[in-house]
């Protein structure tokens, strides 16, 4: 099996090999990947830094060309890389198929923005003085993923890296090293210059660590755990660098007694179980007030035993395994914790046997939770949901709130009043009313705020604040 390298200056190159391993199917090695080095990130770093001067001031005509190409060669093999992303991260096929499209608008997003830098002129209040306020890019930029969106982050975050003019080291998560390589593949033969955008695919403690205590990085985006959020965080407050981080969340959905039912389970089964319930945008606590509780939770329940759990790639499957043994034991211990704690569990939480070796776990709803418990305080990332019955909207708002995180949180409601209240008074950086939690577009700002995300939002124009750094210029002609 021909090895993945990694891109470092322009050049592929080698490294002991690790083999990505599809979680429908444990025998089946999806392809061999380059593990590499502390020196080889040494030498991204280096190859990135070489080629930020003339990167930072290419045309804007060429950035846009090879962001627009890359765009155009992921969406003619969406197919293929849905199918690549499918095979790796193990969510549905028709999930890595809409997860490839979304990349390929980002860059095709990000391309058009290429072309509409700009910057504002204004008065000095000084007669005579004007002012320009533009927008340099930063420099080298560290890029880390995590494993759950294997080609849609890695794109959000190397599209307006690119368009903004600077280069970029790139780690993505150990377990999805395939849509990670593919998408520098595509970026590299659109005719990137030899050193702006470098892969190093390896262990987070490894490479990862080399990038946090590089003094060469003026930024660096995160996606991930809490954990190595913090000590993104320490390293750049420590070489005095912007750094960006989403991490977890623990988002509410409120469904109040006058939603539409139907609509409150659609969204809530997606939102919480859809993609394995593995997204930070995933809602882990349901917030159901009195009058509709039990009505609810039936018709989740019943939804839920409708759904086909198998191979990620078989045509008719709903929700694909979990992603790893470590994160199947993750889900299997909250599953136990939340029944420890009184919580109790109505439907699924068990393993499924199905035709190929994977990670089959049927989708596990609690209800009676408490939004004291650990299944509601902690971040699970399976398809785990909590169902916490409330007496009426107040309660429902101060229970949404009463959590470290604040991603996303969503209502299903039929009131206007209840809905533009919730919207002005939830502590979250995305509110959906009557949509679910998880899914949201390509070209507006996405991140949370409290203990799931700091700094400024990704995507969207909103990117650029991030990217690049403001410049105040003073001119007296
Ligand atoms: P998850 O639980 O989602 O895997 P992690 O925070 O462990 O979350 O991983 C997210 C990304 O951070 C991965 O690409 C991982 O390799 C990387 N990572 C892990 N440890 C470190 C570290 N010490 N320094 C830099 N990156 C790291």
Not at 258 to 266: K, S
Request: proline share 4%; glycine share 10%.
């Amino acid at each position: 099996m021909a090895l993945h390298q990694n891109l470092i200056a322009g050049e592929w190159v080698g490294g002991d090999a690790i083999a990505n391993i599809n979680p429908s199917d444990t025998n089946d090695v999806v392809g061999e990947y380059a593990r590499g080095s502390a020196q080889d990130m040494q030498d991204a770093i280096a190859a990135a830094k070489a080629a930020f001067p003339a990167w930072s001031r290419s045309g804007i005509l060429e950035r846009h060309a090879i962001l627009k190409k890359t765009a155009d060669e992921i969406l003619a093999r969406k197919d293929e890389l849905g199918a690549l992303l499918s095979r790796e991260e193990g969510k549905t096929l028709a999930e890595g198929i809409g997860e490839t499209i979304r990349a390929a608008q980002i860059f095709d997003f990000f391309a058009g923005e290429a072309l509409r830098l700009a910057g504002e002129t204004l008065p000095s209040v000084r007669p005579g003085i004007g002012i320009e306020i533009t927008r340099d890019p930063l420099g080298v930029i560290g890029i880390i993923t995590p494993w759950n969106f294997p080609i849609a982050i890695p794109a959000w975050k190397i599209a307006p890296a690119l368009c903004y003019g600077n280069t970029v080291v790139f780690k993505p998560a150990e377990l999805v090293p395939g849509c990670a390589w593919a998408i520098v593949d595509i970026l590299n033969r659109a005719g990137l210059p030899k050193g702006v955008l470098n892969l190093v695919m390896g262990k987070g403690s490894v490479v990862g660590q080399v990038m946090l205590d590089s003094p060469l990085l003026s930024g660096i985006t995160f996606t991930g755990s809490t954990g190595t959020g913090k000590r993104v965080a320490l390293a750049s407050v420590e070489h005095n660098r912007k750094y960006q981080l989403e991490m977890g969340g623990k988002n509410p959905m409120v469904v109040l007694d006058d939603a539409d039912l139907a609509n409150a389970v659609e969204a809530c089964v997606n939102g919480s179980f859809f993609s394995t319930g593995q997204r930070c945008t995933a809602s882990s606590r349901l917030i159901v007030t009195e009058g509709i509780h039990d009505r609810f939770v039936a018709a989740v329940t019943e939804r839920l035993n409708g759904l086909v759990i198998d191979n990620a790639l078989k045509a008719g499957t709903h929700i694909g395994p979990v992603v790893d043994a470590s994160q199947m034991k993750q889900d299997e211990d909250y599953i136990e914790i939340g029944q420890k704690e009184g919580a109790k569990l109505v439907s699924g939480g068990e393993r499924l046997n199905r035709e190929t070796p994977g990670f089959y776990l049927k989708p596990a709803l609690f209800t009676e939770a408490t939004n004291q418990m650990r299944i509601s305080r902690e971040e699970i990332f399976g398809p785990v949901a909590s169902v916490i019955r409330v007496k009426d909207y107040d309660e429902a708002l101060a229970t949404a709130n009463d959590t470290t995180f604040g991603l996303s949180a969503g209502i299903c409601t039929t009131s206007l009043k209840h809905a533009t209240h919730f919207k002005r008074n939830v502590e979250a950086g995305m509110v959906m009313v009557n949509v679910a939690t998880a899914g949201v577009d390509f070209h507006v700002p996405f991140g949370g705020r409290k203990g799931s995300s700091f700094g400024s939002r990704e995507q969207g124009k909103y990117a650029a604040e991030f990217y690049t750094s403001v410049k105040t210029s003073y001119t007296l002609a």
